[in-house]
């Protein structure tokens, strides 16, 4: 997938994810941010050529861990957005999907570092 259509992409999964929270759905809405901010982690791994593309492949998935790591790495490369983006999706992956213990207010509230994430994630993309 090119990084445009990835782009495209991740801003439908946050469009689903807002109409999601107009509807007072919390539990998809949760999980379409999450899927947004796993699909700019791996396109900036991938954009930075880091390691873990090659651990995710020799999988043949990516793990949480992986992400986890290249998060950390991302962060240093990019600043903040990164790590609070991707800490503001995961607990929204946890509590609001998974254990669907979120309200709407919860996920709006967390909503903003995820697109932070997703802007921060555009730019790069979009940058070379």
């Known amino acids: 997938m090119t990084d445009l259509k990835r782009i495209e992409f991740i ?3 946050v469009g689903e994810a ?3 929270l107009e509807k007072g759905d919390a539990v998809q809405s949760s999980e379409k941010l999450y899927k947004s901010a796993e699909e700019c982690v791996k396109a900036l791994t991938e954009f930075f050529n880091l390691e873990e593309v090659k651990a995710a492949e020799e999988r043949d998935r990516w793990t949480v861990t992986l992400l986890e790591k290249a998060v950390q790495k991302l962060t240093k490369k ?3 957005a990164i790590l609070i983006g991707w800490g503001e999706a995961n ?3 946890i509590w609001g ?3 669907g213990k979120l309200d709407v207010e919860a996920v709006k509230i967390r909503m903003p ?3 932070k994430l997703v802007e921060t ?3 790069t993309l979009t940058s070379s």
């Open 121 to 123: 994630a555009k730019k």
């Open 113 to 115: 570092a995820v697109e």
């Open 18 to 20: 807002g109409g999601y």
């Open 78 to 80: 990019l600043g903040d």
């Open 91 to 93: 607990y929204l992956h």
């Open 11 to 13: 801003e439908r999964l």
């Open 97 to 99: 999907f998974h254990e």
